[in-house]
């Protein structure tokens, strides 16, 4: 399949918009570019710290191979997926995914299917960390039920 | 020897990121219930194997899987990524 494929998985931030430009450049012959930014909510207030551990290894090699699922099922000229680790304060960027291709159909659902599959099967845990105290994110039924429409 | 690593509130429960053990156990279940029989914060780590995943070698597994010629094991609660 032609085009880059790429896999960040990093504590540092990163540059959404350098990041979006780069990726498309990249990506000749692409009629369309998708991109999604994961951020991390606030929780109305109560929410001081994300923090975020991950599987070093099994993570990377884990987003490798769904984004090699998505290339199998989907006409992409490129996907780019960039999550971070560590800890994150409100309104700090956690990751976010881009697809390119030659029409806009295959960039959304590639992009949605890759977001899908990292949410229930990329080796992240998040703990919100608030006013109220710590608590692990519990993963949520629908999230799981969202990989059954792939 | 096998390595065996803990994530998120297993490792919290359990109290250390990683061991490497000794074990006759054949299958992640024989290894969960070894775990568990060695002391009350295993247990309290494994009670509901149903809340937790396990990954052979960085790769999904059951709990009904072989540990033959595994060289790591992780357990931890369903990811939340994204």
Same mark, same amino acid.
């Not at chain 1, 012959?29 to 998708?34: P, R």
């Given at each position: 399949?032609?085009?880059?494929?790429?896999?960040?998985?990093?504590?540092?931030?990163? %540059?959404?918009?350098?990041?979006?430009?780069?990726?498309?450049?990249?990506?000749?012959?692409?009629?369309?570019?998708?991109?999604?930014?994961? *951020?991390?909510? %606030?929780?109305g207030?109560?929410?001081?710290?994300?923090?975020?551990?991950?599987?070093?290894?099994?993570?990377?090699?884990?987003?490798?191979? *769904?984004?090699?699922?998505?290339?199998a099922?989907?006409?992409?000229?490129?996907?780019?997926?960039?999550?971070?680790?560590?800890?994150?304060?409100?309104?700090?960027?956690?990751?976010?995914?881009?697809?390119?291709?030659?029409?806009?159909?295959?960039?959304?659902?590639?992009?949605?299917?890759?977001?899908?599959?990292?949410?229930?099967?990329?080796?992240?845990?998040?703990?919100?960390?608030?006013? %109220?105290?710590?608590?692990?994110?519990?993963?949520?039924?629908? %999230?799981?039920?969202?990989?059954?429409?792939? | 020897?096998?390595?065996v690593?803990?994530?998120?509130?297993?490792?919290?429960?359990?109290?250390?990121?990683?061991?490497?053990?000794?074990?006759?156990?054949?299958?992640?279940?024989?290894?969960?219930?070894?775990?568990?029989?060695?002391?009350?914060?295993?247990?309290?780590?494994?009670?509901?194997?149903?809340?937790?995943r396990?990954?052979?070698?960085?790769?999904?597994?059951?709990?009904?899987?072989s540990?033959?010629?595994?060289?790591?094991v992780?357990?931890?609660?369903?990811?939340?990524?994204?």
């Open positions: 399949m032609a085009g880059p494929a790429q896999v960040r998985v990093q504590q540092a931030a990163f %540059d959404l918009g350098a990041e979006s430009v780069a990726f498309a450049a990249a990506a000749p012959g692409a009629g369309a570019v998708v991109t999604f930014t994961g *951020i991390v909510r %606030d929780g207030g109560t929410l001081s710290v994300m923090e975020i551990e991950h599987y070093p290894g099994m993570t990377e090699s884990a987003i490798a191979g *769904i984004v090699a699922e998505a290339r099922r989907w006409s992409l000229l490129g996907a780019l997926v960039i999550h971070r680790h560590g800890r994150l304060g409100p309104g700090e960027m956690i990751m976010m995914v881009a697809t390119a291709a030659p029409h806009r159909a295959d960039a959304f659902a590639a992009a949605e299917f890759l977001m899908d599959y990292l949410k229930s099967r990329a080796p992240f845990w998040k703990k919100e960390i608030g006013v %109220d105290g710590a608590e692990w994110v519990a993963a949520r039924d629908e %999230d799981e039920a969202a990989l059954r429409r792939w | 020897m096998i390595d690593i803990y994530f998120a509130w297993v490792r919290e429960r359990i109290g250390l990121p990683r061991e490497r053990l000794e074990t006759e156990a054949a299958t992640v279940a024989d290894l969960v219930a070894e775990l568990s029989a060695r002391e009350e914060r295993y247990q309290r780590a494994f009670s509901d194997c149903a809340a937790l396990v990954a052979l070698d960085q790769k999904l597994a059951d709990f009904d899987a540990l033959a010629g595994v060289r790591e992780a357990f931890f609660p369903p990811m939340t990524g994204g």
